[in-house]
Structures are given as C-alpha cells and as structure tokens.
C-alpha cells in the first residue's frame, strides 16, 4: 500500500490543522493505521492509531483530548484533526498502515509508512 499524508502547515498556538493520508493499493480496510512524529533531534514518537474498522482508537497522552484520528474506509483515507496546538507539537507527521487489526503503539509493528508533512506551531 502507498500512503501520501498531506497538511502539514504553519499555524499559531492554540489553533488547528488537519492532517489526511490518503492510502492506494492493497484493500485499505484491512489496515490498521496510526501516526506518527518526529521532532528534530527527537525519536519518532506515537501520536494515535485505529483499527481497521475505525472501532477502536489509541491516543499518547501528550495528544489525548486534542487530537482525533478516523477514517474513511470508502475513500481510503486517514484522518488526524489537531486542536488546541502547542509549539511542543512541531514535528514532521507521518501516517502508518499496519496490515491486520488493533491499535499498536509500536513503530515497528507498521508495515508502510507516508512520506510525511511538516507541522510547525508557533508561540
């Protein structure tokens, strides 16, 4: 499966982005997908994750409450709305597809991954 993920901007604390990653390929809903983000400097760190189904999602801690991941299985894409941003959420985003089901926090568990999209927030 290929995964494009896409808006990623520069936006001010306390606003929104949305970030889609729009899937081609092998049949998307037998996907679990997740993102990811990576500061400069930093590791790549779990952001949120759902399972193929959309029933069952996964948030860090850093995210929960401000963040929300779905899905859309008929257009193949992913979604991550991102409210209430902070500086500490710059980052390169990037989306994930794991083929089976759950919510895996774990990086290596994706088999495919986006090429990312650049979120900067300023304070």
């Known amino acids: 499966v290929q995964l494009q993920a896409c808006g990623g901007a520069l936006v001010q604390a306390g606003g929104s982005l949305r970030l889609s990653c729009a899937a081609s390929g092998r049949t998307f809903s037998s996907y679990a997908m997740g993102w990811f983000r990576q500061a400069p400097g930093k590791e790549r760190e779990f952001v949120a994750a759902?399972?193929?189904?959309?029933?069952?999602?996964d948030y860090a801690d850093s995210v929960k409450g401000r963040f929300t991941i779905s899905r859309g299985n008929a257009k193949n894409t992913v979604t991550l709305q991102m409210n209430s941003l902070k500086p500490e959420d710059t980052a390169v985003y990037y989306c994930a597809a794991m083929a089976g089901n759950g919510v895996w926090r774990t990086a290596d568990k994706y088999n495919y991954w986006g090429q990312g999209t650049q979120v900067t927030v300023s304070s």
């Open positions: 759902i399972s193929w189904t959309g029933g069952s999602t």
